[in-house]
Every structure is written in structure tokens, then in C-alpha cells.
């Protein structure tokens, strides 16, 4: 899978500061280096195995020996699910060469290769214990087909045959979980770099020793110890929802089910209104046998429809009122029964935890009924309402919840509102205890989620509407790059391309920076020795090509097309392996510019009128306020700032019809050299055509003339598409230096001749005007 521009500049900054650091690593002793240490924070959703799996891909180009990398987490599910998607996976092809296995699987000629990079997987539970002899720690065992030495001693030793030490790269996915012992077991390994994921900086006393010599020996700051990904970032990419929804209720539990599954069925009905590839999903998160006022033991010997415990009354609720079919809900907990009142046959409970978790999957169950042992690893984005009991109704508990219902399905932004919304509905006993929790939660998500709106919903505003449908319906004719004809020149650079599977010396480069580890000598008189690296490890020529690709076209456009779909990628001169540093790797990222320079000169931007034209669909709006315009397709709108405010209010009284357009799953012009899209702030119909315009502010206004201002091919006779900017004040474009003459008025920019040109207009009102106007 590509990643978008903010995932591959994390995994290139963190592979960069290990590359560096470990060209002259701090020293424990002669031979064990202190590892490189670094946290990726990132919140929930935007994608940290895939970010991970990048920088052990670039760490591995950089090193001189194949690296083992130590993969490991707190949950099985988490290691499973990470297990099957760098294996065979949507993230196999990010690690092109690797051996995946699970840790307990590998043999001794797989440490001991000096060809194959091995990447392993395990969960703590495999090694953090007090007792390293413990039975069920089979990693501190001698096995027969170890050369009866310990795995935990081989990967200690991770030797090759040449006597060389290969490098080890510790990654730790939900680090919040690494502990004080985890830590201890794990340094015993020596390892050259410890990487920790998480969506806080977090880091246990353990690593206080390896922190502070970072600080002191090469003064690192706090910035030096993590890269951090921008919240802003991941929801642009439309890889999480763009809006939470919290429903506090104080009523009866059947209520607050009620409630969830109207709003469930009008997402589910949107969803297949627009033909999308997926059906919304509820989760219900309660306890699992406690009963209000009576023992466990007494409940289980009533039969069902007396039954207290929470998951019974949830699935009675959803099959006997709500008339949902059984075989959709899954009851994922260890739910007690008793011989004389057992589970009714149509119930699908899965009560054997991780080991029912394969099981449960495959059912691709629509309502999941689960308490919070299935919330880390589980990962299903169309999980979007979660209805969350009074026993579960905490800050923290809640918090972690919101990660199973954040990500966004298909990582797209849909036209409706409801389809881009997390939706909570939270029970509690009393109003304050809901307050208490909204506030500690308020507070965690401004932290970590500061661009995800939040909408409040309790007894009073539930009527009110957070959410508008257009009136009357209105159209957009989409806008499209058209790359025909950059096939021949791309095809052309790629025959131009040399051919290096025969290798050469062009296909090796000047040597790693690094030194390795290698034993001299056999055994009691054996000693290490560092020596210096001749070669970096081999990658295929068409990872060289697709990495070079990315980097010079990284918006979220090339998921869905790009200069990378015209290249014949399968081409057998692709598959020749050559070193990352070699002369044949710069001469093939020069072709990959190349490509995408050619796929920037001979591709347009055009209207496409064969295509289903956008609809105007409903837009959120805050239930508690807004304002009311009267030529609007949305009655009203909220969330503007004052220059938008300004410039609707004006919008209005031009008698046109106008609309807002969303920046979440609205209307998007493609920007052919920025590689992403770009949703102007308003839409405007005219007679001879759609008036699209930006309002930009001072500080963003020539990057915004330079990408977002041009002529976009279009019929000769009928209605087109037009673009505008606005801006406050009387600017300037000369030699592409915005001057500003004054600082009141308004400044309307459009296309002519090639290039922008800016109109100064007094009032908001003559610029309004002014901007809707076609020639």
C-alpha cells in the first residue's frame, strides 16, 4: 500500500535519525551500542503499521546485513491481525525480501542468514515474565531444531555464518503497554533501535538510563526522541471521521437502543443510496455477567426472559423488539449459562476470547455485542455507532472505545454527514456523572483529536437537527484528470529506463555508514571486532522507482491514480536487485521524475459531463446554533469564521442560489501538480455555469493562486465550472510576491492569460458580485 505524504514523511524522518545516529552510536561497552530510540505518536486510525512497516523497509535499505526485526505488542489479536497484514496482506508489498513468522516458528538458519532480512512476531507474554524458565515461556527453552540452544540466546546472538552480528530493530506496537520488565527483557538483546507507537509519549523508567545519555552525550531534546504525526493531517487523508456525536441518556437502557438504532438505520440506508461497499455497523459495550441486586450465580439458573445480565437484555432488545436478524448480532464475552437454561441455539456467542476471535471475524456481524476485551486489536472501520452502558460509562474506558469507531471505512469522506460521524450513545444514572464524563472527554480529544468536531446531544436538543438536506436539489458536473496522452511519453522514459539485472558496478554503492560486528576467532579465544560495511543491502529496482514516485507525487490523489498507473510496473527490468546508494538507484529515481514530470505536462484538468455529476448532499450543522440565509440549498449554517460569514451573508443578497460545500465528502477539484484535491468553501449557480470559490486568508493566499487558480477544459457551448479566490484586503501578485496596497476592501482573483489576476472591490458585496460574474 502507498502511503500518503504525512505517513511516508514520518517513516523517512525516523529512518533518517537512525541512519545518522548509527553512523557513530553511544557505546554501553566495546561492543554493545545504546540503541536508537524513537516514538511514532499518532493518533488512532492514521495508520501506524503501515507507518512502521516503512521505516523497517528504509532502515533495512541503510543497513550493511540484513536486520532481524523483533515485532511485538501486548494482545494476541493485535499480533494476529499484524502477523496476516505484513505476511500476505494489504502491508506485504511495503516489506519486498522480508521472511514473516510468527517468533516461536523461526529455525536457526533463518537468524543466521546474511541474505534474508527476518521480521518476527510475538507478544510480550512470550518473554515478560519474572520467571524466564516458566513452562509456558517456550522462547527461553532449548528446542532440538535450535541447534538446542534458547531462541531468546540465538536472537541474543544472531550470528551468520561469517561470524557477522546482524542488526536488530525492536518495534513495539501500543506502546502505552511497554513496562518496566518488558523493557529489561528486551535490552538484554542488545538491540540497535527501539521504536514505540503509540498516541502518547509514554516511555516506562527502564529507558530512563538509554534517555538520559541521549540527553547528556548528544543532547537530545524532547523533539529528538519522537516524531509526531498531526491529528489535522490524518483527518485531511480521510482516513478517520471527521466529526464525533455524543447522545447522553438518563432514561431506561431501551431508550438509548432505540434511539442508536434509528440513527444506525438512516446511515445504513444512506450508505446504500450511494452504492458504497459498506454497511454501517453498532457496537455495544456493557458488562458481562453483573446483575443489579443479585449474585451471578443466582441469574444464570433463571431462564432467559427473567436473565439480568446486560449482553442477554441487549440481544433480547435487538431480536424480540427491534426484529433483527440473530444470525447479524455476535456476543463476544464469556457470557455464563447455566445446563438447565442454556444459550438459545440462535444466539452467536463467542465465549472462548482470543481463541474465538478468528471465528468471529469471518462472521462480518452487523451488531457486536462485546465488554472492552475486545477493544484493542479489534479493527473493523464500519464500526460507527457504539452504544456504551452505564457500567462501562467512564472517561477512560470511553476514550479507548472511541479508537474502535474512529477509523474511517474505504479512508473516504462520504456526501452525508451521518456516514463521516463517530456516534456515541452513553447511559449513565444521573446527568452530573454524564457532565463529569463529557468534560474529561472534551479535554482527552481536544488533545489528542484537536481537529475532530464534537456534537453534544442530551434529553433537551436530541429533537434538533444536526444535520440539513438540500432544497432544493442541486448538481455539479465533476472535474477529472485527463493522462492519455502522457502514455507515450511515460512508456518512452521507461524504455529508456537501463537494465541492471546483470548487475555490475553500478549497482553497488559506496557502503554503509556503519560498522558491523563480527567474531574473530572460535571459542574460548573468540572475540568481537567491529569491521567496515562494503555494501548496503540489495532492494529491487522497482522499489527504488515506486518509493521515488511517492516521494515527488505524495497527495492522497495517488491512491486513486497518479503517474505510477501509466508505468508498466511488472516490466522484468523492475525485479533487478540493486544496492540503495548504487549509481543504478539514482539513475532510476531520476527516471521516476521524470515520469511524474511528464505525467504533470501532458495530463489537464477537464469537466467531465459523462460522468454522474456530484450532488449536493446534507451538511452537519451545530443543533444549538448557526445562522438562517434565504437563498441557501441548507437552510442554515454553522462553523463559519467571520470572513466566510461575511462573504455568505453577501453571497445571499446576490439572489443567486448558493451553497456551503463541505470539506468532508463535498464537492473536490483535483490540483494535477499538488497530487491532491481541493474543496472550495462555497458553490454558486449562475446562468452560465457553477461559480466555485475559495475564501483565502493573507498568509495562504500565493500558494492558493499558484494551485488553486486555473482554466479547466470544458465544453465550448453549456454550463462550466469557474474558479475564484477572495481575499481580505488589496493584494498584489508581481513575480510571484504578494504586495498588499491596503488593508481593508476585498481582493477577487481569477485566471486570464496564464496566470492570476487580482480585481480590488471596496465592499463585500461588490466582491461577491464580482466574483460570480462569467464572461
Known sequence: MDPVAFQSFAAEQIAQRFVNYMSNPLMVDRITPVPFLQTLIAITGSGKTLMLAEVVERIAEALPLPPVVLWISKGRVVVSQTFENLSVGKYAENLPGFRV????????????????????????????????????????RAQLDLAEESLWDLLKKRRTERGLKRPLIIIYDEGHNLSNLQTERLLELSPDALIVASATMSLPQGLNGIINRLRNDRKWSDADFSTAVSSPEVVDAQLVKERISIDGYMT????????????????????????????????????????????????????LALRQARPILIWRHLVEVAKIDPDKIAVYCQLKFSKEYPKPQNMQLFDGAEKDYANFIEGDYEHIIFNLGLQEGWDDPAASFAYIDKEMASARQITQVIGRVLRQPGAKHYNDPILNTAHFH??????????????????????????????????????KKDSLDPDPSKTVPKVAIESSDALEPIKGIVEGMMDFREGGSNTVGQGSRMQVLQLIGEDTDASYEWVEAEHSNRVLARHVFRREIQRNYPGALQRTGGPINLVDIEDPKFDAPIEASSPAAEHIRSKARDVVQAYKQHSIIFQD??????????????????????????????????????????????????????????YHIPLLNEGKAYFPDFLVW???????????????????????????????TGRRIALRLISEGHQELSGGVLQTRRANGYTVWTWRNGRANGAFFDTVKAAAEAAIKLD
Open 609 to 666: 459531463d459523462d460522468s454522474h455529476p456530484y450532488v449536493v448532499g446534507p451538511i452537519a450543522v451545530d443543533p444549538e446554533g448557526g445562522e438562517v440565509f434565504k437563498r441557501s440549498l441548507h437552510e442554515r449554517y454553522s462553523g463559519l469564521n467571520n470572513f466566510e460569514l461575511d462573504f455568505a451573508r453577501a453571497l445571499d443578497k446576490t439572489q443567486r442560489v448558493w451553497a456551503r460545500n463541505p470539506s468532508a465528502g463535498g
Open 101 to 140: 513468522l510468527p517468533l516461536l516458528e523461526v529455525a536457526a538458519e533463518n537468524l543466521s542468514s546474511s541474505e534474508v532480512p527476518l521480521l518476527l512476531l510475538a507478544t510480550v507474554g512470550k518473554f515478560a515474565v519474572e520467571d524466564g524458565a516458566s513452562e509456558e515461556r517456550k522462547v527461553y
Open 252 to 303: 431506561p437502557m431501551e431508550t438509548a437502543l432505540d434511539n442508536m438504532l434509528s440513527d444506525l438505520a438512516a446511515a445504513q440506508t444512506s450508505a446504500t443510496s450511494l452504492n458504497l461497499p459498506y454497511t454501517p455497523k453498532a457496537i455495544y459495550v456493557c458488562s458481562t455477567n453483573t446483575v443489579d441486586g443479585m449474585l451471578t450465580s443466582e441469574d444464570i439458573k433463571r431462564p
Open 686 to 716: 449562475v446562468d452560465k455555469g457553477i461559480v466555485a470559490v475559495d475564501t483565502k486568508g493573507t498568509h495562504l493566499l500565493t500558494d492558493a493562486a499558484a494551485s488553486k487558480l486555473f482554466e479547466i477544459d470544458g465544453p465550448s
Open 426 to 463: 452513553i447511559r449513565t444514572d444521573e446527568k452530573r456523572v454524564f457532565d463529569d464524563i463529557l468534560r474529561e472527554i472534551r479535554a482527552d480529544l481536544i488533545s489528542k483529536h484537536p481537529s475532530i468536531a464534537i456534537v453534544v446531544r442530551d434529553e433537551k436538543s436530541r429533537g
